[in-house]
T-cell receptor
């Protein structure tokens, strides 16, 4: 069974500051992928970043980085230099070995304050 | 660019009606998925398909069926719509294999009255 937990229903951050969105997961699979998606108010889900369970280094994509702590089963998203356009829902997801199914968390609503 | 399109952004149907939600992707992806999204519950998988005419139940298949007659098209069918099926429906597609990201359509907000 796979489970993703996002404990922060809502977060606020000042523009240009960094923010961390928490994600913990539970899986019995030895190999898996972790993903973060952004959903603006328009509704479309936008892929942000991916981390493989065997990747030694934390993934980075521009202002997004994934703080992967395998022993703690956490995969937190760090957004640096927040922008007003970062205001959105953010979802963490896990895909076990085989990669056909994703399991999503309940999401965190991020609001960037000018 | 990967493009996933859904037939409607907003849909209003009456209880008991048969409802078809269509999803088309243009990147030759093997996998296609239907999710529903409700506040506080995140995305929940209804069905997915890994090939033409193949389908697998997700976590909440009750009250839904699917059809995949062509690789690029995946349809979600509500045989007899009920008010508890009022929700946002998201379609996604991906390549087959480990850990490819899913690409999502814009969503269909369905209201059943």
């Amino acid at each position: 069974a796979q489970k993703i937990t996002q404990t922060q229903p809502g977060m606020f951050v000042q523009e240009k500051e960094a923010v961390t969105l928490d994600c913990t997961y539970d899986t019995s699979d030895p190999s898996y992928g972790l993903f973060w998606y952004k959903q603006p108010s328009s509704g479309e889900m936008i892929f942000l970043i991916y981390q493989g369970s065997y990747d030694q280094q934390n993934a980075t994509e521009g202002r997004y980085s994934l703080n992967f702590q395998k022993a703690r089963k956490s995969a937190n998203l760090v957004i640096s230099a927040s922008q007003l356009g970062d205001s959105a829902m953010y979802f963490c997801a896990i895909s076990p070995q085989g990669g056909n199914q994703f399991y999503f968390g309940t999401g965190t609503s991020l609001t960037v304050i000018p | 660019d990967v493009k996933v399109t859904q037939s409607s952004r907003y849909l209003v149907k009456r209880t008991g009606e048969k409802v078809f939600l269509e999803c088309v992707q243009d990147m030759d992806h093997e996998n296609m998925f239907w999710y529903r999204q409700d506040p506080g519950l995140g995305l929940r998988l209804i069905y997915f398909s890994y090939d033409v005419k193949m389908k697998e139940k997700g976590d909440i298949p009750e009250g839904y069926s699917v059809s995949r007659e062509k690789k690029e098209r995946f349809s979600l069918i509500l045989e007899s719509a009920s008010t508890n099926q009022t929700s946002m429906y998201l379609c996604a597609s991906s390549l087959r294999g480990s850990y490819y990201e899913q690409y999502f359509g814009p969503g269909t907000r369905l209201t059943v009255t």
